[in-house]
Structures are given as structure tokens and as C-alpha cells.
């Protein structure tokens, strides 16, 4: 049984939220695609890795470079209707495929839903909420989506300007390290989250992505600070994917260009959206590995750390998706509960509650070191 004292608790708790602040600032501008945003925040994890005393995963460097296309929205990002300017990410969003515009004209209604353009080859579209992603190409129109809270009337006129900046080979990188092991260094027991999220669109708005993933994160960097400090008898790899949100891509790469022999992972646990859990946490994979779900559970059970953990089986909704299906063993959790922002400006660590943060550590920490038994 581990022992956590209440001081090292509130300790852990300042260092957590501290980092998420940090990975939502400005400065990391949604840890996407223009800014230098993705770049920052993976020179930064690399940065704590050192810190930690990980080492790298391919003996030289934490990161592990390479690449896919992005459609970016770097400058202008102006929308009225009917006269009214709307505010990007509170009021409207570009369509991710979208390609840049610059014109004003009527619409015309196709259904409930739908307003055209067709000058400018723009399509509104209102919704109930606005939720943005990434796009590796560009579609020959523009969409707006407009928040259908954000007007009182029919649309009947649109003035738009709008860049966009068609990123082929945008430059990424997954960020591996790990703490060696001091009995069978060669296995490995891995904890998997993605840094990267939506980025900016436009010059003055960026998505934060507290939840989505800076909580991940700094559960991994977490753990990454413990286990550097504890070292277990298997060594232990801390793989932080980017491109995940642009379709699993960081860690798509990294199981076709491994940096560990896959057949030497004991289990890998991916970690993904941890910002919540008042309703506990759901394990991804849980009916595929029975056995480990179980001991999960009983470490959970006894301890009293988590008032659920619910069962789910495979799904491909996360990077452990591609590791799972080269025969790794894995699971994927997240909580469940609490804020309902998701892909929005509104996922901030302000109103991040993080109050299973404590718990769910002592839970992954435990269910880890039982595993490299």
C-alpha cells in the first residue's frame, strides 16, 4: 500500500493546477497551429521531462519529429449578419475545411439550418453550440457557423473576411522520455496523453483546452515527477502525441516508427479529458482486458478513491486506439461529470474543477506499480 500524507496532496495540487494555468495561457495560444503554439508546448513538456530527469526515449531526444498538413486561420476573422458583428468562438466559428473570403452578400435559406451565399460561396449554418477542429484540406467554400443565441432574426445578409493558410507538412512532434528500470529495464509499463489541441482562430481568439488535454498532461507530467523520484522494477515511458486532434495522428506515427519494441509494453494507459470525475471515470478497453479492468477496480474499491469507474469496451476515441490495435494491451480513461465545455473558447482552467486530480494520481500510481509486479 502507498502513502500519500496530506501536505504532499496539497503540494501535488498547487503543482497541477500551476500547470494547467500555464499549458491554457496565451502564451501557448491552444497549443495548435499558429503562434508557434504546438511548438512551445512541446519544447516546454520536454523542458519538465529534463527537469524530472527522464531520459529520452531514443537515447538522444525527447522529441520525435514528423508531419501532416493543417489548415490554419492566422489573421483576419470578421463576421456580421444582418449588420450585427459577431465575436469569433463566443458567437460563430469558421468551418475547420474552410478557405479564406472576403466579400459581402445575401442569403438565402435552404433549410432550418442553412444559408447561402452564393456569390462568395459562403454557407451559414446555426447551431446549438459551437464546438471547432482541425482540418487537413481546404473545401472550395467557406462555412460560417453562427450560435443561433447570437441572432434574434432570420439571416438575411453576411459580411465576412476571413484568412486562411493551407499548412502542407506542418511540422510536429511527439515528446518521449522515460525512467529507466531497475530490474527489467527492457520492459515497459507506458503512459500515454495528447498536448496538442485546436489552436487560434484568427489573431485574437485561441481554444485553451483545459479539459481537452492540458488536464492529460499534467496527470502524465505528474506522474512523470513521482515515478522519476520512485523508480519500479520495469521502466516506466511518458509519451506526450501530438496531431490527435487532426485524427490521431502523433500516435498513429509512433506505433508505425516505434521507439520501444511493442511486444516489450507490459500495458499502456492513455489519458485523455481529466478534468472532471464527480461521476468517476470510464475505462475504454475494460471488457477487451478483463483481468487488468478488475485489478483497477479493486485498488478503486478498496481505497475508496473514485465513487465509478465504468466499463467500456474498444473504441477508437483516443491514442490508444493504434497501440491497441497492434495487440498492446491498454486502456483509455477519462472522467465523467461536471463542465460540458469541449472544443470551445469556454474550456478554461478557471472553471476546470480538477477534484479527482489527487484521487485518480493515487489510483493510476497504484494500479501501475501492481502491474510491473
Given at each position: ?9 496539497a ?6 493546477r ?14 495548435g497551429?499558429?503562434n ?22 531514443n537515447?538522444e ?11 490554419t ?14 465575436i469569433?468562438?463566443k458567437?460563430?466559428?469558421?468551418g ?5 473570403v ?11 439550418i ?13 447551431q ?7 482540418e ?5 467554400f467557406?462555412?460560417?457557423?453562427v450560435d443561433?443565441?447570437?441572432?434574434s ?5 453576411i459580411k465576412?473576411?476571413?484568412e486562411?493558410?493551407?499548412i502542407?507538412d506542418f511540422?510536429a ?17 507506458v ?11 484568427g489573431s ?8 481537452d ?22 521502466s ?27 511486444d ?9 479529458i ?8 470510464t ?15 479493486k ?6 478513491y ?9 473504441a477508437?476515441?483516443?491514442d490508444h486506439?493504434?497501440f491497441?490495435e497492434k495487440?498492446?494491451p ?7 461529470g ?8 469556454f474550456?478554461?482552467s ?6 479527482e ?8 500510481v497504484?494500479f501501475?506499480?501492481?502491474m510491473m509486479?
Amino acid at each position: 500500500m502507498l502513502l500519500f500524507t496530506g501536505a504532499a496532496n496539497a503540494q501535488d495540487s498547487v503543482f497541477a493546477r500551476s500547470l494547467v494555468d500555464t499549458l491554457t495561457s496565451p502564451y501557448f495560444w491552444g497549443r495548435g497551429y499558429t503562434n508557434d503554439g504546438m511548438g512551445k508546448a512541446g519544447r516546454f513538456i520536454a523542458g519538465q521531462y529534463a527537469a524530472y530527469g527522464l531520459l529520452p526515449l531514443n537515447g538522444e531526444r525527447y522529441d520525435q519529429p514528423f508531419t501532416y498538413n493543417a489548415n490554419t486561420f492566422p489573421g483576419a476573422m470578421e463576421v456580421t449578419v444582418n449588420g450585427l458583428s459577431l465575436i469569433p468562438g463566443k458567437d460563430f466559428i469558421v468551418g475547420p475545411q474552410s478557405r479564406g473570403v472576403k466579400g459581402r452578400g445575401s442569403l438565402v435559406k435552404t433549410d432550418s439550418i442553412h444559408y447561402v451565399d452564393g456569390a462568395n460561396r459562403i454557407v451559414l449554418t446555426l447551431q446549438d453550440k459551437l464546438t471547432w477542429s482541425v482540418e487537413q484540406e481546404v473545401a472550395d467554400f467557406t462555412e460560417v457557423q453562427v450560435d443561433k443565441k447570437a441572432l434574434s432574426g432570420t439571416p438575411k445578409t453576411i459580411k465576412a473576411e476571413i484568412e486562411n493558410n493551407f499548412i502542407k507538412d506542418f511540422p510536429a512532434a511527439n515528446i518521449c522520455g522515460y525512467v529507466k528500470g531497475t530490474a527489467q529495464p527492457d520492459s515497459f509499463f507506458v503512459f500515454t496523453a495528447h498536448y496538442d489541441h485546436l489552436g487560434g482562430m484568427g489573431s485574437k481568439t485561441y481554444f485553451p483546452g483545459a479539459n481537452d488535454n492540458a488536464s492529460g498532461i499534467t496527470q502524465l507530467l505528474s506522474l512523470a515527477r513521482y515515478f522519476a523520484i520512485h523508480p519500479q522494477r520495469y521502466s516506466i515511458a511518458f509519451i506526450c502525441f501530438s496531431g490527435e486532434e487532426a485524427g490521431l495522428l502523433g500516435s498513429q506515427y509512433f506505433a508505425q516508427h516505434t521507439l520501444i519494441p511493442l511486444d516489450k509494453i507490459r500495458f499502456l494507459l492513455n489519458m485523455d479529458i481529466l478534468g472532471t470525475g464527480e461521476e468517476g471515470i470510464t475505462a475504454v478497453n475494460a471488457t477487451v482486458y478483463p483481468k487488468e479492468f478488475a485489478m483497477l477496480k479493486k485498488i478503486n474499491d478498496e481505497n475508496h478513491y473514485l465513487v465509478k469507474i465504468a466499463s467500456r469496451g474498444k473504441a477508437a476515441n483516443s491514442d490508444h486506439y493504434w497501440f491497441t490495435e497492434k495487440g498492446v494491451p491498454a486502456f483509455f480513461i477519462y472522467t465523467m461529470g461536471g463542465i460540458k465545455a469541449y472544443h470551445d473558447v469556454f474550456d478554461i482552467s478557471r472553471t476546470l474543477p480538477m477534484n479527482e486530480y489527487s484521487h485518480l494520481f493515487k489510483l493510476l500510481v497504484e494500479f501501475s506499480t501492481e502491474m510491473m509486479k
